[in-house]
């Protein structure tokens, strides 16, 4: 079945999200834009993810529990999971290992864990959005080891795109998706879809790019173990 698909969004747990982009906010107006498929995946951790599951179950969509890391080349990737368990053994994981900088709120907004009616539970001090202890290798081979996919984020993206920090993606890197971003030019995704599944997301950090990106995906059932089994298989 095609479904209509979104797999890089970022809620108030990112410190360079808008703070309208709480879950319920997220959620709702994914289903309003008919979106039936949805993974939050902020910088360098998960935990927003509990909150997120119960409101799309409670609206009828599908949640697929992610996370946007900051590799040790400063290279973003975006690691799906089947559940919240295995991202967040990678989460905890990450969290350890980054330097302790306090969020500067001159730059930055409060990094906050909410509860499924989008009450602050906890603000997180501390930066995550940081170049983390994995290299893109090591990372997809955690990923990987843990059931998920890593997917090489935005990769037509200047900014923290595998593509302008290597020149390439590696023959040997395993991955089987990339990621472009939702402006990227036609022949840029055919190219690329010659030799691997291409996503296109919104890297949504307000609710407006939510409604800007168009993404429909075949796949067999509706959950997220079927879509990462659908993004792994050529």
Same mark, same amino acid.
């Given at each position: 079945?095609?479904?209509?698909?979104?797999?890089? /969004?970022?809620?108030?747990?990112?410190?360079?999200? &808008? =703070?309208?982009?709480?879950?319920?906010?997220?959620?709702?107006?994914?289903?309003?834009?008919?979106?039936?498929?949805?993974?939050?995946?902020?910088?360098?951790?998960?935990?927003?993810?509990?909150?997120?599951?119960? /409101?799309?179950?409670?609206?009828?969509?599908?949640?697929?529990?992610?996370?946007?890391?900051?590799? =040790?080349?400063?290279?973003? /990737?975006?690691?799906?999971?089947?559940?919240?368990?295995?991202?967040?053994?990678?989460?905890?994981?990450?969290? &350890?290992?980054?330097?302790?900088?306090?969020?500067?709120?001159?730059?930055?907004?409060?990094?906050?864990?909410?509860?499924? *009616?989008?009450?602050?539970?906890?603000?997180?001090?501390?930066?995550?959005?940081? =170049?983390?202890?994995?290299?893109?290798?090591?990372?997809?081979?955690?990923?990987?080891?843990?059931?998920?996919?890593?997917?090489?984020?935005?990769?037509?993206?200047?900014?923290?795109?595998?593509? =302008?920090?290597?020149?390439?993606?590696? *023959?040997?890197?395993?991955?089987?998706?990339?990621?472009?971003?939702?402006?990227?030019?036609?022949?840029?995704?055919?190219?690329?879809?010659?030799?691997?599944?291409?996503?296109?997301?919104? *890297?949504?950090?307000?609710?407006?790019?939510?409604?800007?990106?168009?993404?429909?995906?075949?796949? &067999?059932?509706?959950?997220?173990?079927?879509?990462?089994?659908?993004?792994?298989?050529?």
């Amino acid at each position: 079945m095609k479904v209509k698909v979104e797999l890089h /969004v970022h809620s108030r747990l990112s410190a360079c999200a &808008d =703070a309208d982009n709480t879950v319920c906010n997220i959620a709702n107006l994914s289903v309003m834009t008919g979106t039936q498929i949805l993974a939050l995946s902020d910088h360098n951790t998960c935990l927003n993810f509990p909150a997120f599951e119960k /409101v799309c179950k409670h609206i009828g969509l599908v949640p697929v529990p992610a996370i946007e890391v900051t590799t =040790a080349e400063d290279i973003h /990737v975006l690691c799906l999971f089947e559940n919240f368990d295995a991202a967040k053994t990678l989460s905890d994981k990450i969290y &350890d290992s980054l330097p302790k900088v306090e969020v500067n709120r001159k730059f930055y907004n409060p990094q906050l864990v909410l509860d499924e *009616d989008d009450q602050a539970v906890y603000e997180e001090p501390y930066l995550l959005n940081l =170049a983390t202890q994995f290299d893109v290798y090591s990372l997809a081979e955690e990923v990987n080891a843990l059931g998920g996919i890593a997917i090489p984020a935005h990769i037509d993206r200047e900014s923290n795109g595998i593509l =302008a920090v290597l020149g390439a993606i590696p *023959d040997d890197l395993n991955v089987s998706c990339v990621e472009v971003s939702y402006e990227c030019d036609e022949s840029v995704y055919r190219e690329y879809a010659k030799k691997y599944n291409v996503i296109r997301s919104s *890297d949504a950090h307000c609710l407006e790019d939510l409604c800007k990106n168009e993404f429909y995906l075949d796949v &067999d059932r509706m959950s997220a173990k079927a879509l990462i089994e659908r993004l792994k298989k050529r």
